[in-house]
């Protein structure tokens, strides 16, 4: 199972960025899937998460803010970031949701929020 994280990029203060991952090797349908952030220094955090069934839950930090989304054909998951805020910066991963399992972190995406 590979999981590849991409979309990062510096936005300023109130931008906006829409983060990819592709997953192979599992079907997403079958997972519930979810969005990471790690900043030096900290654990990695939580961000967003997709449960199979179609519900959604969010950090309490960006709750209103970001989206979280996927493409079963193309067995994707998407995170859109409106409103974004210098304390949103990190490493962005996506991987399973939800317990304590979790697949091989893969490839991460950099966001940069400059204020």
């Known amino acids: 199972v590979q999981l590849q994280a991409f979309g990062g990029g510096l936005v300023q203060t109130g931008g906006y960025l829409r983060l990819s991952c592709v997953v192979s090797?599992?079907?997403?349908?079958?997972?519930?899937m979810g969005w990471y952030r790690q900043v030096p220094g900290k654990q990695r955090e939580w961000v967003a998460g997709?449960?199979?069934?179609?519900?959604?839950d969010y950090a309490d930090s960006v709750k209103g803010r970001f989206d979280i989304s996927r493409d079963g054909a193309k067995n994707m998951v998407f995170l859109q970031m409106n409103g974004l805020k210098p304390e949103d910066a990190g490493v962005y991963y996506c991987?399973?949701?939800?317990?304590?399992?979790?697949?091989?972190w893969g490839q991460g995406t950099l966001v940069t929020v400059s204020s």
């Open positions: 991987n399973l949701f939800g317990g304590t399992y979790k697949l091989t």
């Open positions: 090797g599992t079907s997403i349908t079958l997972s519930d």
């Open positions: 997709f449960r199979t069934r179609g519900t959604t």
